[in-house]
């Protein structure tokens, strides 16, 4: 592993900096990606929260779109989280129709999931891995709908009708959660992501 | 809090619209906005037409509510809990406390702790901030001078809060007592600004914005978000403008992207003189 691997944060739009200064404690190197030249040289990337409709335009207007799907298609290790997740997903639910997704994780994802603002909330998750429990921001969150195979779910929610739903799920090089690891300060999330980029410049090195 | 204030940290980087009707807020939502401001009238036009303005007919929230997937906002007369009270049920995402209406009440703005709904409010300076904040606003907007599409008001007040937050870092605890003092403002809160360099909830501009350089000058200060009150819509092309200052608030730290966005958008709002003004809307808050 790398003292410091190059990690990106796609910087278009949403809480960047929240996701910039977790990377930053952990010792990564932290590039605000917003044109597709950022994308060179990138050993990890973080899709922040955000506005999904809005950075799904944006990353068609900066060109970015493309390159960046590529890159996750040849294994990026990349951390999505709220918007970051549903822009990851195969299919994304209650979206505008033209919203753009990269399908770089097998799974189906509902916007706004749990409702307007005042159903946000916080809960604390048992998360498949880690020790502690985590605790977790729900900010208008999607959930996960359905799985493919080869994802694994990491962590679920359960709902008011006592059926559970996937909020942290994996399949290889892509991580994602519905909530906001990086308002809680909690970093093990990130560091799933940094082992990952670190040992794939070590192999490439 | 947290989660309050959550939803503003999603915000930032984005555009937040007016609207006055579902079309609009349609446009607004297809040019990028994170989020569209339901009124029933633009500040331009309560600012032409007079008489007391309040909050939009529940019915136009709804039905804009209805027609966009992203968060919506309204407004409140400032004080004017039972407005907030119906916002609440209506489930709005955000609610404005705003001096763009008419004020309700002339020595108190509303106990924000008491709503599960996140308040955002507006400030000229840092002590008029930190006082909503103590009263529970989860995000703070400049008031700037909402419907002159002129951004002078909105840089001075994005100034002078910036400005305080620098002099505060360097200030020593006989001085923080007194900074409390001089702002009316909670010592706590100067505390938390001394040590942390920035405001405890994100701020965003708002009032007079018309040009995708005009976004891009108030995110270079320091804004986090920008408003876009009668800017879009009191301009000859809203939909590419809308667009235009979505990119420009994107890239605003890239001037060859906000060039490229801001040729030929057509006229923007017409604008007005501060000095000509007969109402100052910022001048409301206490």
Same mark, same amino acid.
């Given at each position: 592993?790398?003292?410091?691997?190059?990690?990106?944060?796609?910087?278009?739009? *949403?809480?960047?900096? @929240?996701?910039?200064?977790?990377?930053?404690?952990?010792?990564?190197?932290?590039?605000?990606?917003?044109?597709?030249?950022?994308?060179?040289?990138?050993?990890?990337?973080?899709?922040?929260?955000?506005?999904?409709?809005?950075?799904?335009?944006?990353?068609?207007?900066?060109?970015?779109?493309?390159?960046? *799907?590529?890159?996750?298609?040849? *294994?990026?290790?990349?951390?999505?989280?709220?918007?970051?997740?549903?822009?990851?997903?195969?299919?994304?639910?209650?979206?505008?129709?033209?919203?753009?997704?990269?399908?770089?994780?097998?799974?189906?994802?509902?916007?706004?999931?749990?409702?307007?603002?005042?159903?946000?909330?916080?809960?604390?998750?048992?998360?498949?891995?880690?020790?502690?429990?985590?605790?977790?921001?729900?900010?208008?969150?999607?959930?996960?709908?359905?799985?493919?195979? *080869?994802?694994?779910? &990491?962590?679920?929610?359960?709902?008011?009708?006592?059926?559970?739903?996937?909020?942290?799920?994996?399949?290889?090089?892509?991580?994602?959660?519905?909530?906001?690891? @990086?308002?809680?300060?909690?970093?093990?999330?990130?560091?799933?992501? &940094?082992?990952?980029?670190?040992?794939?410049?070590?192999?490439?090195? | 809090?947290?989660?309050?204030?959550?939803?503003?940290?999603?915000?930032?980087?984005?555009?937040?619209?007016?609207?006055?009707?579902?079309?609009?807020?349609?446009?607004?939502?297809?040019?990028?906005?994170? #989020?569209?401001?339901?009124?029933?009238?633009?500040?331009?036009?309560?600012?032409?037409?007079?008489?007391?303005?309040?909050?939009?007919?529940?019915?136009?929230?709804?039905?804009?509510?209805?027609?966009?997937?992203?968060?919506?906002?309204?407004?409140?007369?400032?004080?004017?809990?039972?407005?907030?009270?119906?916002?609440?049920?209506?489930?709005?995402?955000?609610?404005?406390?705003?001096?763009? +209406?008419?004020?309700?009440?002339?020595?108190?703005?509303?106990?924000?702790?008491?709503?599960?709904?996140?308040?955002?409010?507006?400030?000229?300076?840092?002590?008029?901030?930190?006082?909503?904040?103590?009263?529970?606003? $989860?995000?703070?907007?400049?008031?700037?001078?909402?419907?002159?599409?002129?951004?002078?008001?909105?840089?001075?007040?994005?100034? #002078?809060? +910036?400005?305080?937050?620098?002099?505060?870092?360097?200030?020593?605890?006989?001085?923080?007592?007194?900074?409390?003092?001089?702002?009316?403002?909670?010592?706590?809160?100067?505390?938390?600004?001394?040590?942390?360099?920035?405001?405890?909830?994100?701020?965003?501009?708002?009032?007079?914005?018309?040009?995708?350089?005009?976004?891009?000058?108030?995110?270079?200060?320091?804004?986090?978000?920008?408003?876009?009150? #009668?800017?879009?819509? !009191?301009?000859?092309?809203?939909?590419?403008?809308?667009?235009?200052?979505?990119?420009?608030? $994107?890239?605003?730290?890239?001037?060859?992207?906000?060039? !490229?966005?801001?040729?030929?958008?057509?006229?923007?709002?017409?604008?007005?003189?501060?000095?000509?003004?007969?109402?100052?809307?910022?001048?409301?808050?206490?």
């Amino acid at each position: 592993m790398t003292a410091s691997p190059l990690v990106g944060v796609l910087a278009l739009q *949403g809480d960047v900096a @929240e996701h910039s200064a977790v990377l930053d404690a952990l010792g990564a190197t932290v590039r605000a990606v917003r044109r597709p030249e950022h994308l060179e040289g990138l050993q990890g990337l973080v899709l922040p929260g955000g506005e999904s409709t809005t950075l799904s335009l944006l990353l068609e207007s900066s060109g970015l779109f493309e390159p960046l *799907g590529e890159r996750l298609a040849a *294994g990026l290790p990349v951390l999505g989280t709220c918007a970051g997740m549903i822009l990851l997903s195969r299919q994304v639910l209650n979206g505008r129709p033209d919203q753009k997704s990269f399908g770089a994780i097998d799974i189906v994802t509902r916007r706004n999931a749990f409702g307007r603002q005042v159903e946000s909330f916080e809960s604390t998750l048992e998360v498949t891995g880690l020790s502690e429990p985590m605790h977790a921001v729900f900010i208008r969150a999607p959930f996960v709908e359905s799985v493919g195979e *080869g994802v694994e779910v &990491l962590a679920a929610v359960r709902r008011s009708d006592g059926s559970p739903r996937p909020v942290v799920c994996r399949q290889d090089n892509v991580l994602v959660a519905a909530f906001h690891p @990086e308002l809680s300060g909690d970093d093990r999330l990130h560091r799933l992501l &940094l082992a990952r980029a670190g040992g794939r410049s070590a192999s490439a090195a | 809090m947290r989660v309050k204030r959550g939803l503003a940290e999603m915000l930032r980087g984005g555009v937040i619209m007016d609207v006055v009707t579902a079309e609009q807020a349609k446009i607004a939502e297809d040019a990028g906005a994170v #989020s569209v401001m339901a009124l029933e009238r633009v500040p331009a036009d309560i600012r032409r037409e007079g008489g007391v303005a309040r909050m939009s007919d529940p019915a136009l929230i709804s039905a804009i509510q209805e027609a966009v997937t992203i968060p919506v906002m309204a407004k409140v007369r400032i004080g004017h809990f039972a407005e907030a009270q119906i916002l609440q049920v209506l489930e709005v995402d955000y609610i404005d406390e705003s001096e763009v +209406l008419t004020p309700a009440d002339e020595a108190h703005h509303i106990d924000k702790w008491a709503f599960s709904v996140p308040f955002v409010c507006g400030a000229t300076n840092l002590g008029e901030a930190l006082r909503r904040i103590s009263e529970g606003a $989860a995000m703070i907007r400049s008031k700037g001078e909402a419907g002159t599409g002129n951004v002078v008001e909105a840089v001075r007040h994005l100034r #002078s809060i +910036l400005g305080d937050i620098k002099k505060i870092q360097t200030a020593d605890a006989a001085e923080r007592y007194g900074w409390a003092k001089q702002l009316q403002a909670p010592i706590d809160l100067v505390e938390e600004v001394a040590r942390t360099g920035r405001l405890p909830v994100p701020l965003f501009c708002a009032g007079g914005i018309a040009t995708p350089a005009d976004a891009a000058l108030v995110m270079q200060l320091g804004a986090e978000a920008v408003f876009v009150g #009668s800017g879009i819509f !009191k301009s000859e092309d809203p939909s590419r403008r809308a667009r235009a200052i979505v990119e420009a608030t $994107a890239h605003y730290q890239d001037a060859e992207i906000v060039a !490229k966005v801001s040729r030929g958008l057509g006229a923007a709002m017409p604008g007005e003189e501060i000095a000509t003004l007969d109402v100052k809307l910022a001048e409301r808050g206490w």
